[in-house]
């Protein structure tokens, strides 16, 4: 079969094919993932160091990187574990990073011993099987720090591990199958190279094949050597972008099964159908409408709206107790005063302390609770106009252009994301200027708080996804692959 011409052309014409796919597509979206991979372990290993689980690793900018290396990945003593899996991280994202910043994601450099290579370190830690009782040192030792974040009370911190792990096992799991897309060409690519190479004037039958494989394969062995000292674009060829030629007797007994083997049509059908950019399969990925991305945000948004507002009614009761409640005279003048220096009629300002979730930064800020609990009810207005789907401002809303709708949500979310910012401080605040005997009374907010981040969290990776699809649908433009996204 090696020597059907028109299963040869047929064979070049996809693998030219396959390589302008993935140049022009896929290797792009690689490094994409890559990235977001990236992110992911920074969250994980920055909230680890904040919650003082795991140490910083003071040598960690004096490593010097010229290829990706798995850290290890071996037991560890138990006195040293703490250590060992922060010095494992660490290494972890140096790799990662390295990737990220220094790898070049093109064909000409990335070779099927460098995919394995990917594929590892993706695979280092199993962010899909994170549990304490794992078989994976790693993922169990990180599972157990893992808990000790989601036990100790910190909402926020135990969230932004969550969707840390999350992100890690979508991108991950993105990764691996992109890497297996770039895998199948490097295969297909080094066999048609041998196939061109080593095999002309190779005789087998099918019954004969596996009475003489050891004797081909010593054949092929001799001729691969041979090729590579006296044909330097040959070695090239078969070399597929390592530094030298390798010999990997597992393709080519892929080639003596498809050429000579009794099933050989059937898997000279497959080489091909793995290598095809399918129109229909590309296209069928992305044709759920990118408006209905947009409309799944909005709905996120609108489930803001009930926890919103009953985060505003705990405020105004616990304002409405703190302004009323006996205090020393003392007091009493400086809020006279600070309600002197705001504009007639202003709520008493209120001096909050707002925790930057990702350096733990403190920063003081004024705020107007009368003011902030107006702008809330503004904003719960919006958020019930965003969850009654049967009215004509939401059929508005639905018929509005793409680029409306995004930018609606995109006001929405930042809007959104400030005022919540404030609601942890808030809830601090009253707590702590409760009197002893008050301090049970105080209304607490986490539920609320817990119910509005998710909704953002999920409002943005609605938002997210439509920009992906969206710029992954123009790449398919651009390739002439057409497809319909509503």
Known sequence: ??????????????????????????????KEQFQIFQSGIKSIVGILVRKSLIKEDPYKHEQKISEVSLPPSGPVVETERIDQIGLRLSELENQVDFVCDLYQFSLDFLTLSRIKGLADLVGYVEWDKLTEISANVNSRLIAELGAKVKQGGDTLSAGIFQDAQNQLVKAGGEILRLLRDVSTYLRESYKRAARSHLFSGLALSADALDAKRSEAMKLLKGRFAAIVTSNPSAAAELASGDARPSFYPELLGEILEEDYGAEGEARLRDVIERLRVSEERTTKRVEQPLRSLLLESIGHLGAAGIPLESAAHKIGDNYHAYTTRRVPLAERVRRWLRKLLHARGAGEPIEIQIVDPTTSAKRS???????????????????????????????????????????????????LHEIASKLPALDTFFKAAASDQERASARGMKLEISAIKTAIMKANQKKHEYLSRKEELEQMRRLGVQGNPG
Do not use: G, W
């Open 1 to 30: 079969m090696a020597d059907n011409e028109d299963f040869t052309a047929e064979l070049d014409r996809l693998i030219a094919e396959r390589r302008r796919f993935l140049e022009a597509r896929q290797l792009p979206r690689l």
């Open 365 to 415: 800020e004024e705020l107007d609770v009368k003011a902030y609990l107006e702008r809330i009810e503004r904003r719960c207005r919006v958020f019930a106009s965003f969850s009654a789907t049967e009215t004509p401002a939401f059929r508005k809303l639905q018929a509005s252009p793409e680029e409306q709708i995004f930018k609606l949500i995109s006001l929405n979310i930042d809007d």
